[in-house]
């Protein structure tokens, strides 16, 4: 008589190759939210509103960029495989669809550095602000945004020879991404939730030189395969 393998469901705390954090993530199809972050399981709580509704203000602000933009991709809480003890779910995220530092497996992950990652946190404690900060930058994300929504604070980090350097603002108060022209963000617009600024400041970055420039070498690589 064959003995059925059972299948260990996922827990916090649990030490885990990312082997067998797949194999457990696989066999619990219920589970929205699980990540391995230096060897370690995290898994997410019920999402409420003050996630939620950040959430979705940056996936809009992300997606009329990537609309804009032939050959970079935008995606929502993917699974990266980043190295051999890290597999974050961002809550969002850009990359070049070719020739950026990522690419796409055979089984449809995400495998090496998106270019640009953001994270909803609830606040300065959260592990968003230690551990997955010094996993990005140990390989080498090129820009990582951190939004604090209980202290209002929102974070733009550039990668710059093996240290994360805190993007300013410029005398307009709009933060403006270096690894894809004409994403600019309003970072007062965006805390204090005025939707059409935020597409206003966009759009002026859509309509700059570099952008355009940026679209046009991008274009003919596009097949908008993420």
């Not at 959430?55 to 495989?81: K, Q």
């Not at 108060?173 to 309003?186: A, H, N």
Request: glycine content about 6%; charged content about 30%.
């Amino acid at each position: 008589m064959q003995t059925r393998e059972i299948v260990l469901p996922l827990e916090n705390g649990d030490r885990l190759t990312r082997e067998e954090f797949e194999r457990r993530y696989d066999a619990m199809p219920n589970l929205k939210k699980a990540e391995l972050i230096e060897g370690v399981v995290y898994m997410g709580s019920p999402v409420r509103l003050n996630h939620g509704q950040p959430h979705a203000h940056i996936m809009g602000w992300l997606f009329e960029y990537a609309s804009e933009t032939p050959g970079v991709c935008v995606a929502d809480n993917t699974t990266v495989r980043l190295d051999r003890e890290n597999e974050p779910q961002p809550d969002a995220l850009l990359r070049l669809e070719r020739n950026g530092r990522s690419t796409v497996s055979p089984d449809n992950y995400i495998e090496g550095a998106p270019e640009l990652i953001v994270e909803i946190a609830s606040s300065s404690a959260s592990y968003d602000l230690r551990e997955k900060l010094r996993v990005y930058r140990r390989n080498e994300v090129q820009e990582y945004l951190i939004w604090q929504v209980f202290d209002r604070q929102f974070d733009w980090f550039q990668w710059q020879a093996g240290e994360y350097v805190t993007l300013e603002p410029d005398e307009d108060g709009i933060l403006q991404s270096r690894v894809f022209p004409g994403l600019w963000l309003s970072v007062d617009a965006l805390l204090a939730g005025d939707l059409r600024e935020i597409r206003r400041v966009l759009e002026l970055g859509l309509e700059t030189e570099e952008h355009v420039n940026f679209a046009r070498e991008l274009e003919p690589n596009s097949a908008r395969n993420c």
